[in-house]
């Protein structure tokens, strides 16, 4: 990727490391310069990508990185939010903002309503589909209790930092399903298996339970 008005970080990696491999159609809300959807390409090149989010110049940086790549993601500038489509989508995949505070000067968003924001991409998840996200320790109460009114089969991964406290969580969950809760033990945030060697978390946890 080109270095420019936002360099992704390893929530990217680690969202893209979370989500499922076999779907068909992909929704990246937020999707900045591309990052996410980069990744998720690199597991599932067989994906139709989409892209949403209300900054111009992080379109114009992702619809640059995605040819950098030889990868086509349909850009769509407009806000969750309030976006109206009847389109829905096999996979649905955020990094979203959950910070408060002052607007950084790449123009994402900043102090969103995290609980519209979610709704938000679950509606945009077909029947029996996937919703997955990466977000702040602080924000799990409500992004939970936001995804259990019409997800089950809730997936929750900690991912620790440097003092054994979960700075990041991955979650997922399919709509409609009514399978129960699993939480994994987590992973340190610097697993190089997965920022390094490109594994997924499905593939990490199966090396994991074999030793």
Same mark, same amino acid.
């Given at each position: 990727?080109?270095?420019? /008005? ?32 980069? /990744? ?7 994906? #139709?990508?989409? !892209? ?62 995290? #609980?519209?924001?979610?709704?938000? /991409? ?27 009114? #019409? ?9 620790? !930092? ?23 033990? !987590? ?10 060697? !490109? ?13």
């Amino acid at each position: 990727m080109r270095r420019g /008005c936002y360099n992704p970080t390893s929530d990217a990696v680690w969202l893209a490391a979370f989500a499922p491999t076999h779907a068909k159609t992909v929704l990246d809300v937020g999707v900045g310069t591309g990052g996410v959807s980069l /990744c998720i390409w690199a597991n599932n090149n067989d994906a #139709k990508i989409t !892209g949403i989010d209300t900054s111009d110049e992080m379109l114009t940086a992702c619809r640059g990185n995605a040819e950098l790549n030889g990868v086509y993601i349909d850009l769509i500038n407009a806000d969750i939010t309030t976006w109206r489509t009847s389109q829905t989508f096999d996979l649905v995949v955020t990094n979203p903002p959950y910070f408060t505070g002052t607007p950084a000067r790449h123009n994402a968003h900043h102090n969103a309503d995290l #609980k519209t924001w979610v709704a938000r /991409c679950v509606a945009r998840v077909r029947p029996m589909g996937t919703f997955c996200i990466i977000t702040d320790a602080a924000t799990v109460g409500t992004v939970i209790a936001e995804m259990a009114k #019409k997800l089950g089969d809730i997936t929750i991964m900690p991912l620790f !930092g440097a003092r054994d406290v979960a700075e990041r969580v991955l979650i997922s969950g399919r709509l409609g399903s009514r399978g129960v809760t699993v939480m994994h033990r !987590g992973l340190p945030m610097n697993y190089e298996p997965v920022l390094r060697d !490109g594994l997924t978390i499905a593939d990490t946890l199966s090396k994991l339970s074999q030793k």
